[in-house]
């Protein structure tokens, strides 16, 4: 199994709501990330976990809260988002440094339209 | 920050050779890839090149590195429609505190005519 799923793929959310993306993998990766990429550009990095701990943080908004809850499992909790933060957002996974060649697994991400 | 450079547009007609060229800063990356993103997907990797190579070639793909000028480049052969999408190099720094920070370059459309 070689596949990032994310869930869900379409998301429409008015700026006093609470939603939550979710990502999946079971490759066996110690390490997962979340993406925000606008249209036409390369995706942008937020957050990376490695051992189910947050790793880094690109200085995200706290209206964006990711969560880690197993080595399988990365959420993105959003609350009170802007109209600007509508974009894709991707999940991928790896393996840790000097564990393989590092490449990065992407799910097909989900597209979040904020009214 | 380190900055990956690529073209942003390259057109070319079924059957050619694409090529596609990126520049890259970090000297001590160790390894450096090809995504292809097609509309409304994610990221698919397409190949890597670790940095102690010159040349790898798979299939229709062939990536060239020239570590001294830091250069990379995708080369696809006989091109097709379904070729048609957005490439993306990166690099993995290899940094303690930057190992996670994949550098993408901007991307470069292809658009494939008949």
């Known amino acids: 199994d070689t596949e990032v799923t994310q869930t869900p793929k379409h998301l429409v959310m008015g700026m006093t709501n609470k939603k939550s993306l979710k990502c999946e993998q079971h490759m066996g990766h110690r390490a997962m990330y979340w993406y925000k990429q606008k249209a036409k550009k390369p995706p942008e990095l937020m957050f990376v976990?490695?051992?189910?701990?947050?790793?880094i943080n690109e200085s995200v908004p706290s209206r964006f809260s990711p969560e880690c809850p197993n080595s399988s499992l990365l959420n993105l909790h959003l609350h009170a988002l802007q109209p600007e933060d509508s974009a894709l957002y991707l999940c991928?996974?790896?393996?840790?440094?000097?564990?393989?060649?590092?490449?990065?697994?992407f799910g097909e991400g989900s597209r979040l339209t904020v009214l | 920050g380190e900055d990956v450079e690529q073209s942003l547009f390259l057109s070319v007609r079924e059957g050619d050779s694409s090529v596609i060229n990126c520049t890259y800063t970090d000297s001590s990356s160790t390894y450096l890839y090809w995504y292809k993103q097609e509309p409304g997907a994610g990221l698919q990797l397409l190949t890597y090149i670790f940095s102690n190579m010159d040349m790898k070639q798979d299939q229709r793909l062939t990536v060239l590195l020239n570590k001294k000028d830091k250069h990379l480049s995708l080369r696809i052969a006989d091109t097709q429609t379904g070729d048609s999408a957005i490439y993306f190099c990166a690099e993995r720094p290899t940094t303690t505190d930057s190992w996670g920070k994949l550098q993408f370059g901007a991307g470069t459309q292809v658009v494939v005519t008949p």
């Open positions: 976990y490695s051992y189910e701990k947050l790793s």
């Open positions: 991928a996974s790896s393996q840790l440094p000097g564990q393989d060649t590092g490449e990065l697994f």
